[in-house]
Every structure is written in C-alpha cells, then in structure tokens.
C-alpha cells in the first residue's frame, strides 16, 4: 500500500503477541530493523511518531486516501 520512506521516532515501548508486519522500522543507531505496526488504505496503526517533514507528500497522499475511502461508503 504505502510503500516508501518517512522518519520518526518511537518513545512507546510496548511488546505483544502481534507487533503487525506491515511496516519496517530501523534503529538508527544500531541498523536493527523489525515489524512493527499495520497499514491499509485508510489506516496506519503504530505506535511511531511520523515526522512529516522528513515526507512531506506522505500526509498529503494519506489524508487523499481517507477522503476517497469516506466518499465510498
């Protein structure tokens, strides 16, 4: 679905039995990469805190992906 890049950061740390594999996240002080967090076309469940700036065309396209999604139901 989204398949690019954004920064952020993760001040939440929380394990369970299902992290979600739709999202890639690096430590950027180690290069330790994992799952964490589910995404669809109108979703993004994570605890990460998005940096927009470092992607500024990401909201723009989410919030398009929202508006089309509520136009359909």
Known sequence: MFNETIKGHEFHYFDSDNNGSDLTVT???????????????????AFAHLYYPSNPEFPKRFIEKCRNRRGNE
């Open 27 to 45: 430590k950027t002080s180690t290069g330790t990469e994992y799952k964490a967090g589910f995404v669809a076309d109108d979703h993004i469940w």
